[in-house]
């Protein structure tokens, strides 16, 4: 433990400044301390730090506002809806609501959605159409502001700290684009340790300050003798010399790359931008299924539609989602219709790639994977982003069944380092059987990875594939949390310079 005469003016200035404090930000010290600048203070902590008198902490604060100025003037959706609906004396067709708000067909999903999830409104089908009915919550309603509405209207007028705000209703309004800003800020706290106290105890007294190093004017004017001159501390730390090396998570998507060249398969890409077709359509995906939804599927506006294939190939899956199409179903039993199919969206998965592919490589043995980003309105949370990447995998050959399937999938994580897999029942519109992989973490946990299993023949034979097809889609960014022991997603993203410069080369 250093002794005071080996500290600096300005180290034991901190030290008897945090004597009163204890502990406090940077900013405190200084002004309790009356420091002339902060980084006075900052070189000081980092010193006082590393003779171990005081400890330094981190942490990200986030805060939020109002994205807008407008979101605030204008009500939300459902408030325009539920006025439209009272002045309908409590049941309106939605037809006229929707031209009575002046709604797109965006803004009514959204409408619509709310007014059944706050319970204001049920939404039923009649002889004339759907029409939306106010329940008694609904009318109740009409006469106040609901929490969401006075928080938006509370965040036009300040930015309040997360720890201020009901973390309901900041998930629900995070979860709707375009109403609230995050901020992150980082705050950084230092305290007293043990040995910085018992240092104080033994006395610390501020003589005249001291210097680093003479220069010209210390010495042409005479202050020289004035000031003392710091001691050579030749155990003091030195800064690390650390190498460029690959993002943790570039370099993660590396290695499974090349664990999947290694098992003999062919790496492919594809477009961002799909067509609800391919997205959902070909992969038996029904029209009116909830994942195609707009609060659960980005639809784009510009360009709202995407060409379809040809007609030979609309015909087969138009078949399949309504009679079977000759696979032994029955499909889904219901109109197909083209318009909903050509609508443009932003991948929701990398599925529609690897159909395209097989299609357009119809021949088996095939074997191939693609890494890529795909984009979902999730709500930001420690397990979930708007945008995320997924490992998807597929092979087509003659004889191939469900055992071949666990056996690639546990071959690939094994060779990530995971000695334990299991897989339990799942269920996708697109493929059956389907199975759910799990891998036991480094921490003795099980955690589910993603989707797998058998693509069915209402997928297969509308793209003229004779073989069976073995597919799964993996989450990469939770597997990554797994092999790091990472407990919030949004730390992969985050500019945290520390953790990537101190973190092992991922090999």
């Not at 006082?48 to 003037?73: C, D, F, H, N, W």
């Not at 984009?375 to 979930?384: E, N």
Request: aromatic share 8%; charged share 30%; proline share 7%.
């Amino acid at each position: 433990m250093p002794t005071s005469a080996e500290l600096s003016y300005l180290e034991k200035k901190v030290l008897l400044t945090l004597a009163t404090l204890k502990k406090g930000s940077p900013e405190e010290i200084r002004a309790a301390g009356k420091f002339r600048a902060l980084v006075e203070v900052m070189n000081a902590a980092s010193w006082l730090q590393a003779k171990g008198l005081v400890t330094m902490k981190e942490r990200v604060v986030r805060s939020y506002r109002i994205a807008r100025p407008e979101v605030a003037r204008r009500d939300l959706p459902e408030r325009k809806a539920l006025k439209a609906a009272m002045k309908a004396d409590g049941t309106i067709p939605v037809p006229k609501l929707q031209a009575a708000c002046k709604f797109n067909e965006s803004d009514l999903a959204v409408a619509l959605g709310w007014l059944r999830r706050k319970g204001w409104a049920e939404v039923s089908k009649g002889p004339g159409g759907a029409v939306v009915t106010l329940t008694s919550a609904g009318k109740a309603a009409a006469e106040t502001k609901g929490a969401d509405e006075l928080l938006l209207a509370r965040l036009a007028k300040e930015e309040v700290p997360e720890d201020g705000i009901d973390p309901r209703l900041l998930r629900d309004l995070k979860s709707r684009r375009e109403l609230v800003k995050e901020r992150e800020s980082v705050r950084r706290e230092i305290a007293l340790t043990a040995a910085g106290e018992r240092v104080l105890a033994a006395g610390v007294t501020l003589t005249k300050e001291e210097v680093a190093q003479p220069t010209t004017d210390l010495l042409q004017s005479g202050q020289w003798r004035k000031v003392d001159f710091r001691r050579y501390d030749t155990r003091a730390f030195a800064p690390l010399i650390r190498p460029g090396k690959r993002h943790v998570l570039a370099a993660y998507i590396e290695k499974i790359r090349r664990i999947f060249l290694s098992m003999g398969f062919t790496e492919i890409a594809g477009d961002f931008v799909q067509s609800a077709f391919w997205n959902f359509d070909a992969l038996f995906q029904p029209q009116d299924h909830p994942a195609r939804d707009q609060l659960d599927t980005f639809y784009l506006a510009k360009p709202s539609t995407v060409p379809l294939p040809d007609d030979g190939i609309l015909r087969r899956v138009a078949d399949a989602h309504e009679t079977g199409g000759g696979t032994g179903s029955t499909g889904w039993r219901y109109r197909w219709n083209p318009k909903e199919a050509e609508r443009a969206v932003l991948r929701s998965h990398t599925t529609p790639i690897t159909l395209r592919w097989l299609m357009e490589h119809p021949q088996p043995p095939q074997k191939a994977f693609i890494i890529g980003p795909v984009f979902r309105p999730d709500a930001i949370s420690w397990k979930s982003l708007p945008q995320f990447h997924q490992i998807e995998g597929v092979v087509m050959e003659e004889g191939s069944n469900l055992a071949q399937l666990i056996g690639i999938i546990e071959e690939f994580y094994r060779r990530l380092g995971f000695t334990r897999a299991k897989f339990r029942p799942g269920y996708f519109p697109y493929t059956e059987p389907s199975m759910e992989p799990e891998v036991l973490t480094p921490d003795g946990k099980w955690m589910e990875l993603g989707g797998s299993g058998i693509f069915r023949p209402e997928v297969t034979e509308p793209m003229g594939l004779k073989a069976p097809v073995l597919a799964w889609g993996l989450g990469l960014e939770r597997l990554v949390m797994a092999i790091e022991g990472i407990p919030d997603i949004r730390h992969l993203y985050l500019s945290d310079l520390d953790w990537l410069r101190d973190h092992r080369a991922i090999l």
